[in-house]
């Protein structure tokens, strides 16, 4: 079989790829691992008939946001957008809760509850991030460097106040909270959303995350698509397949095919190949890509010795629950919030953080929690709740089924402190260890979400490993499409995008020129 490109991996990524190859009249073939599409983005009855869960991710403030994702028009094919009452809620050890709401007075408000002065603090920083949104949100999810973004965003900003932005993407969560923010609550909205990442509160670069996290919710709320998850990959697929592209699913690639230095095509698990006349684009993590699908020997030495300090994001556990009513929460607006952190305080969050460096199994674990008939009420039949939590544990643990339920049972003992009677609602339940994870989707190597840390080291011209920062890898017409690329995890579809472009790019006009610069920029990167 021969056609344009082949796109390894049918994750958000590798679909968005795919899209956009297929629209410059590629013909595009989407190859998948696992039975089904998707990736990270699925959605299953898990847990008791009637349960819609989300296998993986579920809300998507990103993706509401992505200008990667808009240009698809995917509400063509679709995709439809529902919200919860309210955005999000942490709720403290002690019952207290902060309550995030696309209305920007009802978050003050709440805010306002642990220091008046903050409801005045979120309208400025409310304000000024209205101001640099646009050009911010392009610059992030265009190929690195984002020259006319950046150049925008400089514009609006201007020297002193580009030079204080660039400070702000050093800061910890913790202090970017205390610059920003005089109250528990809102400086808690911060740490919270950083956790999204594997960031803690007082690791640098957290403040960044937290921050966007918490700005997007104020803007865009924490949508989630009406029917589950995977209605986004469902559009993302219509689309493609009126586009003419292609997916075949249950095939594990096992092999990039070189020849003369340039990717050719594919090998998959059963010895089949399939040519690529114009590009390879990889939705897999960078070391699977490198290590596994192409091999040491075809690549720069310094770019294997750089693999071996890449460095994974935590492990994870989740679990999906079919509830027989909502979640009787001790403070009722809760119920309102689609997604819920609990489990800890700023400082819990810190210590969670601190077991996870060290190696420890958090023993009381911090939850992000999703209340997704709340958010859309199609999910479950009315008056039910499906409702799913996931938690991080560090890599390399053994997850027997015991040890396995032990723990799902101590996320629901935090629930339960919080929400007494939870447990008697719990009509069906199903949990997921790392290897769980990894088996439904090969990309969450041992249980890692995000195909990387998020952490500064990793970011940027660092991510995956130190280089251009872009989709081009130093074997011609092959590129990393997946979220081990810049901008990183979540879903938005920006690698994707970026790994389309530089396929088009390369193939363009001026391609031969493009190789060349990109070619002399990997030999002094990886000389
Ligand atoms: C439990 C969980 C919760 C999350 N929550 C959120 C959330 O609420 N909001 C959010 O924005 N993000 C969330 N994320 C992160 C987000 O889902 C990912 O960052 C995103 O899916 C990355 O997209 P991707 O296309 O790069 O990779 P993936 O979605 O991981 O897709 C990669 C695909 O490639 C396939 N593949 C791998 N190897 C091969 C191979 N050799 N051959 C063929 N196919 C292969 C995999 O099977 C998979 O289908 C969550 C992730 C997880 C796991």
């Known amino acids: 079989m021969e056609v344009d490109a082949v796109v390894v991996g049918s994750g958000p990524n590798g679909l968005v790829a795919a899209n956009l190859l297929a629209d410059a009249g590629w013909e595009t073939l989407v190859i998948e691992a696992t039975p089904k599409p998707g990736g990270a983005v699925r959605t299953e009855e898990l847990t008791a008939p009637g349960f819609r869960n989300d296998v993986y991710s579920a809300f998507y403030p990103l993706g509401a946001a992505s200008p990667v994702l808009a240009g698809l028009g995917l509400e063509e ?49 409310h304000a000024s991030w209205r101001r640099l949104r646009e050009p ?54 911060l740490a919270g959303n950083a956790m999204h990442t594997d960031l803690g509160p007082d690791q640098a670069g957290s403040g960044v995350f937290g921050w966007l996290l918490t700005m997007l919710g104020q803007d865009v709320g924490f949508p989630v698509p009406e029917g589950g998850a995977g209605r986004l990959t469902d559009a993302l697929v219509n689309r493609l397949t009126a586009k003419g592209g292609e997916i075949v699913c249950g095939t594990p690639v096992t092999e990039v095919t ?13 010895g089949r190949t399939v040519r690529a006349r114009r590009a390879v684009l990889a939705d897999v993590p960078a070391p699977v890509l490198y290590r596994d699908l192409v091999g040491a020997e075809h690549l720069p030495a310094r770019l294997v010795s750089d693999l071996d300090r890449f460095v994974w994001d935590d492990a994870t556990i989740k679990v999906d629950w079919a509830l027989s009513s909502p979640i009787p929460w001790s403070a009722a607006e809760v119920g ?42 199609t999910r479950s039949p ?146």
């Open 77 to 125: 094919h679709g995709l439809r957008w529902r919200h919860a009452p309210a955005v999000l809620a942490h709720v403290l050890p002690d019952d207290r809760y902060v309550l995030q709401s696309r209305d920007l007075e009802r978050t003050a408000r709440s805010v306002a509850e642990f220091d008046e002065r903050d409801a005045d603090n979120l309208r400025a920083e």
């Open 136 to 189: 911010l949100l392009d610059a992030i999810v265009r190929p690195f460097p984002p020259v006319r973004s950046g150049a925008r965003l400089f514009k609006t900003l201007g020297t002193a106040e580009s030079l204080r932005l660039a400070r702000m993407l050093t800061l910890t969560a913790r202090g970017l909270g205390k610059e920003k923010f005089d109250g528990a609550g809102a400086r808690l909205l």
């Open 258 to 270: 070189l020849s003369g230095g340039r990717a050719v095509g594919v090998r998959d698990a059963d």
């Open 336 to 377: 309102q919030a689609g997604t819920v952190h609990i489990g800890a305080d700023l400082d819990g969050l810190a210590g969670i953080a601190n077991d996870l460096a060290c190696g420890r199994v958090p023993h009381d674990p911090f939850l992000l929690l999703g209340q997704m008939t709340t958010a859309d009420p």
């Open 382 to 527: 009315a008056g039910t709740e499906s409702a799913w939590a996931y938690t991080h544990v560090p890599r390399g643990e053994s997850w027997p089924d015991s040890r396995l339920r032990r723990h799902a049972d101590r996320m629901e003992e935090v629930i339960e402190r919080h929400a007494p009677g939870f447990r008697d609602l719990i009509a069906g339940r199903a949990i997921a260890g790392p290897a769980q994870l990894q088996k439904g989707n090969h990309s969450l190597v041992e249980g890692s979400i995000n195909a990387g840390t998020a952490a500064i080291q990793q970011q940027l011209f660092f991510r995956p490993v130190p280089g251009l920062g872009r989709a081009d890898t130093p074997i011609d017409r092959l590129f990393l499409a997946s979220a081990s690329a810049h901008p990183g995890g979540a879903v938005h579809g920006a690698p994707g995008s970026n790994a389309a472009r530089a396929a088009l790019a390369r193939d363009g006009w001026a391609g031969s020129v493009y190789r060349a610069t990109v070619r002399a920029a990997h030999r002094a990167v990886y000389r």
